[in-house]
């Protein structure tokens, strides 16, 4: 399974621009790395990052305030 590396290229690749396609929000890219993590990511790292970017946006929110 895909480590803490390949989940990261895997976020980036989907939110990117590409020549083919418009890149992905956030939520949409998160949604498609969770399907994976059932077969080829490991699981833990997806968790991970998500509780790294929840934690980033609550930290955001709070200096906006």
Known sequence: AGGAEVVLAGLDALTADRPYRKAMSIDEAL?????????????????????????????????AA
């Open 31 to 63: 949604a498609i790395l969770d399907q994976e993590a059932q077969t080829a990511l490991d699981p833990r790292c997806v968790t991970a990052l998500k509780r790294a970017l929840a934690r980033l946006e609550s930290e955001a929110r709070a200096k």
